[in-house]
């Protein structure tokens, strides 16, 4: 019953990634580049999401699903040219884990490119690190860091630009698995919906 749950849970994630992405391309028609995209980018996130949780200790099961506030969640890029850029993003999602608040995030080099003028995909493959909300540390108790690996695809739409600064919505799908003590890992599946704001 896990099992299908946890592919469910999968399906439907990526469903909603494909119809964002669909809405995202079918607004734009034109070509025209109307963007100078170059050099550095930076860009901070804010929204929220579902994340799910499973330990192979379990004590924790993907049957139940967690609304959740992104924190944080940032990107800082390089430009290679006016529509691809090289990343380093820094998705991440706080939980709560046993009356614990907890942090599940990653650090993943990527690439990001502009389809459209508007409209961008963004992915990569990098080190899951599932860690105590900085807020929440307790002795003994939450202070455990535990890594692992985590893969992440994006989109999203800018809504707004204005010289170098872009305003957009988008969506983001994360998978990561982190080791724990025992032989046992963490696996968690996270999609989040925001708003994006841009310097590039």
């Known amino acids: 019953m896990k099992t299908i749950k946890k592919q469910i849970l ?3 994630a990526c469903v ?10 079918a607004q734009n028609t034109n070509s025209e580049t109307t963007t100078q995209r170059k050099g550095f980018i930076f860009e901070f996130v804010v929204g929220g999401g579902i994340i799910s949780i499973e330990d192979s200790a379990g004590i924790q099961t993907f049957d139940k699903s967690q609304g959740t506030f992104v924190f944080p969640d940032l990107k800082f890029g390089y430009m290679l040219n ?9 998705p991440g999602n706080i939980y709560e884990f046993q009356d614990n ?5 990653a650090f993943i080099p990527s690439l990001q490119y502009w389809v459209k003028d508007r409209w961008w995909i963004h992915g990569g493959i990098g080190l899951a690190i599932d860690s105590p909300a900085l807020y929440d540390i307790k002795d003994d108790v939450n202070d455990d860091w535990n890594f692992g690996c985590a893969v992440m695809a994006s ?3 800018e809504i707004y630009k204005k010289k170098n600064f872009a305003l957009n ?3 983001k799908l994360v998978l990561g698995r982190t080791s724990l003590d025992g032989d046992a890992h963490r696996d968690a599946v996270i999609f989040n919906v ?6 590039l």
């Open 10 to 12: 999968s399906i439907l």
């Open 16 to 25: 909603a990634f494909a119809l964002v992405s669909g809405m995202a391309y």
């Open 82 to 90: 006016e529509r691809l850029a090289i990343t380093a993003s820094l």
């Open 101 to 105: 608040d907890r942090n599940f995030g």
């Open 155 to 157: 989109t999203g739409y």
């Open 169 to 171: 919505v988008q969506s």
């Open 194 to 199: 925001g708003l994006g704001f841009s310097w």
